[in-house]
């Protein structure tokens, strides 16, 4: 099966060690994720993120309730962290995380492989529409970061 790819370029003015700090505690996702997605975090065993960690995601797809379980599987600080999805609405997603420094600033990759569910039919009548909704939520973060209305803190 033909796995799908979004990859995203974002820069984010703060230094290394605060922009990744920002994105290894798992609660700050909230404050970058679109309302619509009324998305919240059900369950994780700590504040920051650690490899082998299992977080529970709750949130609404196109209206409808959802849960998501996914799990760290790489962790390297102020470098790169990558977690799988155990449990959810797709049939595969793996999305890394990786951050480099640039001067004063971090530029943070994020590099998304995903596999919708049912098949040849899932990815005729849904690629472009989760592609589309993927984009929101990404633009969305993006435009949150560019705005430095967040306050980049552990």
């Known amino acids: 099966m033909t796995r799908l790819v979004l990859d995203r370029v974002t820069r984010i003015d703060a230094p290394l060690d605060k922009a990744f700090a920002f994105f290894s505690f798992h609660r700050n996702l909230q404050e970058i994720t679109p309302p619509w997605a009324r998305f919240r975090i059900a369950a994780c065993p700590s504040d920051r993120l650690h490899e082998g960690d299992r977080i529970e995601y709750r949130f609404r797809v196109f ?7 996914a799990r760290i599987t790489a962790y390297r600080e102020n470098e790169i962290f990558a977690d799988f999805q155990e ?9 890394t995380h990786s951050f480099r420094a640039d001067g004063d600033a971090t530029v943070m990759h994020d590099h998304v492989e995903y596999e919708l569910p049912f098949g040849f039919l899932g990815r005729w009548f849904g690629a472009r529409l989760v592609r589309r909704r993927l984009e929101a939520i990404f633009d969305y973060r993006a435009e949150q970061l560019h705005r430095g209305t967040l306050t980049i803190r552990p």
């Open 63 to 69: 209206g409808l309730p959802m849960r998501w379980t």
């Open 87 to 95: 449990r959810g609405p797709f049939r595969y997603w793996l999305h």
